[in-house]
């Protein structure tokens, strides 16, 4: 089944952003424009070459200043941190009621090195895993997540009150699911201004062990995979009429949001079907009015075989009742920040939202596609402030 929400009614009015490629959403995203990567090996991580047997580095997307000597929810923190600061030099989010606030925060599952073992091929190696897993403590997701919030808020005078915190952890999907629970705030009137937050790191030992583990990193020897990053991010989100009485500056509109469950996921081993994913690419689609633009999509392929089969069976499924799908443009931002799991789809409005404000955009519309390792699918389109609707060929 398929939640949609579709509106032309709230809009972002602020952003902010770190990466791999700067500590700002100005040049993080100018940084990727112009193809540059910092892909570099992890000198902490050794792992034998499934090819050559001799020990080699993993190469990964590592923010080289601010976040060194921090694990797990403090890593987290300062991406949150550094990224929100971002945003505050630009949006004058102190200046608001802070009642008025809501905070939603889309953050990694800690819990994920429990799972997706039915990932390794070997019998006896799986049940080990398995067993080692079962026998770890969860982590308090929970309390994890009010920490960073009271620090966020009292470190940056916010005021924002712990009845308007929410998160969400769905993997990739994460930025979506948070944004779809805010745009319906909005609506409801329930607060006035929603400060939308992502952040996630991949390069962590614990998480890097997992991960090779269950045979998913690019390495030397392994023609696919995913090469870790990390990033945090911020956008705020008004209705249009809030935004416009107070003069601020509209970067991009939400026209809708779409999420669907799979139930051949990445992590349950089963192969890719591609059902979910097109349930939401085809109501995004459908919800676009004719016109010439071309159709752009930003995806979180990251390498993975199972990735590249889903929006193979998503092509196979829609092409007919959408030819522009054959034609379209396509952005992966993992080719530049490497796999960022629950920031990737703040980094991809990011950068679909520069690209409107830079005029290097090819559309005036962006659709912003999300797969999470477990059911989740989402897709975000989000419009040009300035431009029109885009528009898709729907065939007979």
Partial sequence: ?????????????????????GHDVLNSCAAARAGLSRATELSYFPIKSPQTGQVIHVRGHQISTGTF???????ILVLLKLALEDLLDRCPLK??????????????DFQRGLRGWELIADENTRENRKKRADASPAPATTAGFQRICRMLTVRHGLGIPASNWFHHVSGHCGTATATMHAVNDLKARKIDHALVGAADSLIEEPTLQWLANTDRLKMEGVATGLQPGEAGGFVVLERREAASARNATIYAVIRGIHSADEDATLLSGKPALGRALGQCVAAALGSMKENSDPLWILVDQNGETYRACEWGFVLARLLSRFPALGKAVLWYTAMTFGDTAAASGLLAMCTAIRGFQRNYAPSNAALILA??????????????????PLGVSHGR
């Fill in 1 to 21: 089944m398929i939640s949609s929400v579709e509106l032309d009614a709230v809009c972002v009015t602020g952003m902010g952003l770190v990466s791999s490629l």
């Fill in 69 to 75: 000597g921090f694990e797990g929810w403090a890593r």
């Fill in 95 to 108: 200046e608001l009621d802070p009642g008025r606030i809501g905070l939603y925060l889309a953050l990694p």
């Fill in 371 to 388: 797969s999470s390792d477990e059911r989740t699918r989402t897709a975000i389109l989000l419009g040009n402030s300035l431009g029109a």
